[in-house]
């Protein structure tokens, strides 16, 4: 199994782009069906500078990725590889994350 990102238009925007993570079977052939959608964020709330709101979104995914990883049933093993696929496009954000409603002020990353 491998991770594999496709990356469209967001349906509400012209400028942005949502990627999505989809778990595909490895094997010889290169048009190997999707087991499963994991999650998908917008590329925006990857590259903004607002390290709340950044940090939020990846924790939506990451919660969502989380739960379909579960209901998949795999090896630790296998699981862990599939993570750290993920994590190389999307970060996992700390726990504070989910208190962005509550304690965020929004702040900037220097350039």
Do not use: Y
Request: charged share 30%; with cysteine; glycine share 6%.
């Amino acid at each position: 199994m491998r991770v594999v990102w496709q990356r469209k238009k967001a349906a509400e925007s012209n400028s942005h782009f949502r990627l999505t993570a989809v778990l595909e079977m490895d094997g010889e052939n290169r048009q190997s069906p999707a087991i499963s959608k994991l999650g998908s964020i917008e590329e925006r709330f990857l590259e903004t500078r607002i390290r709340c709101t950044r940090e939020f979104h990846q924790g939506l995914f990451w919660k969502v990725v989380d739960r379909r990883l579960d209901a998949l049933g795999l090896q630790q093993s296998q699981r862990a590889t599939l993570e750290q696929e993920i994590t190389r496009t999307v970060p996992r954000p700390g726990d504070e994350w989910a208190l962005w409603g509550v304690t965020c002020i929004p702040r900037f990353d220097p350039h």
